[in-house]
């Protein structure tokens, strides 16, 4: 496949520049275009972005595989310093994301009871 013939399949995908949707600044007609830009982005990459900047990576370990060969159920759990938290889902991925996001969830619990160690990211509200 050329170049043209991409960027002739990718012209099709967006939006007239004259379309009232695209001049509000988000699809869905709602006004955060930032909240929209950070709803876009997965926990995992949200959990990444915010502590790779202070030195520190999650860490993912797959703990558990259970279910029939068919069907399996995965668990993952990821360690931020002292934050431990565990995910489940029917791929590896999923349960990947269910761990960041139950990780986050621990994560922001503890900075609105002010019990966030010192050096711990602002984590942003989560639109889920």
Do not use: W
Request: glycine share 10%; net charge negative; aromatic share 4%.
């Amino acid at each position: 496949m050329t170049e043209d013939a991409i960027n002739e399949g990718t012209k099709n995908q967006s939006l007239p520049d004259d379309d009232p949707d695209k001049q509000s600044g988000s699809i869905d007609g709602d006004e955060g275009v930032s909240a929209g830009a950070s709803a876009a982005k997965t926990p995992v990459s949200l959990l990444q972005e915010l502590y790779v900047r202070r030195g520190q990576t999650p860490k993912y370990d797959l703990v558990q595989i259970e279910g029939a060969v068919h069907e399996p159920t995965f668990k993952y759990r990821v360690t931020i310093g002292e934050f431990v938290a565990t995910g489940c889902g029917q791929s590896k991925k999923k349960a990947k994301h269910s761990a960041a996001k139950a990780i986050l969830e621990k994560l922001i619990g503890a900075q609105n009871s002010g019990k966030a160690g010192a050096g711990q990211p602002t984590i942003p509200d989560l639109a889920t």
